[in-house]
């Protein structure tokens, strides 16, 4: 049985770095095609795709938030963390990982229950 | 970016009803090597994580209820329910992977009239 938790802090300053670590059991970020990948949903809006990570180490970003996203793993963990830089009250939202099991199929099929960040001073 | 831009942004349907919500991407999320299109739709229920119904634009994920399928091709995409159950009442997401960022759409709101 596969699954994610999301876990770092619920409140951030402005300016200040956000780091999120995923911890996920029952599959291994060393096997062929799979990944694992953040999104994000503010408060009444819609999913936003922010970064995923591949089995060979492969990253990828949203472009608009490249500058300010770090995605790593550790195989040994079980974890993948996410950065993100200079945090701003538009970043509050509920922050997700999930898991993609590749052989092409990089949609998400099986989701951490989230966690809520709330940017502000 | 691939945008992909959902219609309606709400829908009411009775229950037991068929309900059809669309989804268009804005360049072809179709492979040509494989002949598959690289579309997903999410179910996302409030308090919950989002739910993956549908991959490869028709293929439904394991678990879900037949009465939900995919279907379209290129740029132009649906998700149907064919009779519409309380339990449906959510607000759904089309999703491309065909290139990264794999963006997803605005969201349908589902609910019962």
């Known amino acids: 049985q596969i699954t994610l938790k999301e876990s770092g802090p619920t409140l951030v300053k402005p300016t200040q770095t956000l780091t999120l670590t995923c911890t996920f059991s029952g599959f291994s970020l060393t096997t062929t095609g799979v990944g694992v990948g953040w999104i994000r949903q503010p408060p009444g809006k819609a999913l936003e795709w922010l970064a995923l990570?591949?089995?060979?180490?492969?990253?990828r970003y949203s472009p608009s938030l490249k500058s300010r996203l770090t995605i790593t793993k550790d195989t040994s963990k079980n974890q993948v963390v996410l950065t993100m830089t200079n945090m701003d009250p538009v970043d509050t939202a509920t922050y997700y990982c999930a898991h993609s099991r590749g052989g092409g199929v990089d949609a998400f099929d099986i989701w951490g229950q989230g966690t809520m960040v709330t940017v502000s001073s | 970016d691939i945008v992909m831009t959902q219609s309606p942004d709400s829908l009411a349907v009775s229950l037991g009803e068929r309900a059809t919500i669309n989804c268009k991407s804005s360049?072809?999320?179709?492979?040509?090597?494989?002949?598959?299109?690289?579309l997903a739709w999410y179910q996302h229920k409030p308090g919950q994580p989002p739910k993956l119904l549908i991959y490869w634009a028709s293929a439904r994920e394991s678990g879900v209820p037949d009465r939900f399928s995919g279907s379209g091709s290129g740029t132009d995409f649906a998700l149907t329910i064919s009779s519409l159950q309380a339990e449906d009442v959510a607000v759904y997401y089309c999703?491309?992977?065909?290139?990264?960022?794999?963006?997803f759409g605005q969201g349908t709101k589902l609910e019962i009239k």
């Open positions: 360049q072809s999320v179709l492979y040509s090597s494989n002949n598959m299109n690289y």
């Open positions: 990570i591949y089995w060979n180490d492969d990253k």
């Open positions: 999703q491309q992977y065909y290139s990264t960022p794999h963006t």
